[in-house]
């Protein structure tokens, strides 16, 4: 049985009991792997290191604007004092998976350093990939013309999940415009007014100044940080810093 | 064996999709949303990552140590032959998981990740029959 056992899994380019082979036996497997290995390891490094590497000691450097920045929407939707010592810009998107995981995170900061950090968030819906993402920004935009752009702002994010995927967003919006009790009608109004349609477009010159591709992307003090620094730990080490200056 | 030889073929093609995946994970490139190439909703969800180690990092390890583990079997190492099935079947559990999430959860699928979950079933698979060959030999 031992022998009928053993046969499937002893190749038969190895005969058995010849020294040499065995030694092949032992060598040449481990070769392939550590080729395979390093093949790997070479690749992957070669690969990060054509592309920059973000790293929190390490801030990519704010690439040169191709003109005086836009000053945006005025005046900007900000939590926290004027002369907050710190102040974080963010460009987001609604519908943009990443700037929801976000969201919390500058909650968080907003908690954790209160009148000493400011954050101002301005507009940056990526039309068209993310078809809801303008209704969205109409519709934070709209509460805001009644002075409730951030909860209406928390809401959205917060359940992102739930309407990102919907057919028709506008009814869901609405629903929240209505539980934060909201005139609707003018909120209607506001949705396709020319104050909203200007307060997106100023944002989105701000943006472009600044060399804003993509979504989330935050500035500190004036300063773009990488995306992987947008986690609790390495962005509260990078106010900290901010403040000790 | 072929068999074996075969399994560490296409997990030759898992370990490179996973690598490539990981690259893009930790460049930030897909993890963000940008105009010019959108965003994966799959890699820039929370799924995504395991305590701040991306997914498709565990993936290339696993990938590897299919690979060795295959090398090593085909050379007749009676361990490994051994391991192999239950690190494959791990792997084929943690696929049927992460092809729930994209589909009922995230709602949205990412190709190189489609590409990694044929790459599990394909090795799953050799793996059976691996085990069906054996069996023919027993008594």
């Known amino acids: ?245 | 064996m072929i068999l074996f030889a075969l399994a560490a073929l296409v997990s030759l093609i898992g370990l490179a999709d996973a690598l490539y995946l990981t690259s893009e994970h930790l460049s930030g490139r897909s993890v963000r949303c940008t105009l010019i190439s959108g965003c994966s909703e799959v890699l820039s969800s929370p799924y995504a990552s395991v305590r701040g180690i991306p997914l498709a990092a565990i993936g290339a390890v696993a990938y590897f140590a299919v690979f060795s583990l295959a090398i090593l079997a085909a050379f007749g190492y009676r361990l490994a032959a051994a391991v192999l099935p239950l690190l494959v079947a791990v792997m084929f559990v943690t696929t049927l998981w992460l092809l729930y999430l994209q589909a009922f959860v995230i709602r949205q699928f990412c190709e190189f990740c489609l590409l990694s979950a044929a790459v599990t079933f394909a090795l799953t698979m050799i793996v059976i029959l691996i085990r069906w060959q054996i069996n023919k030999f027993r008594i």
Request: aromatic share 10%; glycine share 6%; net charge neutral.
């Open chain 1, 1 to 245: 049985m031992g022998e009928t056992f053993f046969v499937p899994l002893q190749p038969p380019w190895l005969p058995r009991f010849n020294p040499d082979l065995n030694v092949m036996k032992r060598l040449i497997p481990f070769l392939l792997i550590i080729a395979v290995a390093g093949g790997a390891a070479a690749w992957f490094f070669a690969r990060s290191a054509s592309t920059p590497s973000p790293t929190t000691a390490n801030l990519a450097p704010v690439p040169t604007p191709l003109g005086p920045a836009e000053p945006g929407a005025v005046p900007p939707h900000a939590e926290g004092p004027n002369g907050a010592k710190v102040t974080i810009e963010e460009f987001g998107d609604f519908q943009c998976p990443p700037c929801a995981s976000l969201h919390p995170v500058l909650k968080r900061m907003e908690g954790e350093f209160g009148s000493r950090l400011r954050v101002i968030f301005r507009q940056f819906p990526l039309v068209p990939a993310h078809e809801h993402a303008l209704a969205a920004a109409r519709a934070s935009e709209a509460a805001g013309l009644q002075g409730q752009f951030w909860p209406m702002h928390h809401l959205i994010y917060e359940n992102q999940k739930s309407w990102s995927s919907a057919f028709d967003v506008r009814p869901i919006f609405e629903g929240y415009a209505k539980q934060l009790g909201l005139d609707l009608e003018r909120y209607q109004r506001d949705l396709s007014s020319q104050a909203v349609h200007q307060r997106i477009t100023e944002d989105g010159k701000r943006a472009r100044s600044l060399n804003v591709t993509g979504t989330p992307t935050v500035f500190l003090n004036g300063r773009e940080l990488p995306f992987p620094s947008l986690t609790p730990d390495k962005l509260r080490a990078l106010i900290q810093a901010e403040l000790n200056k």
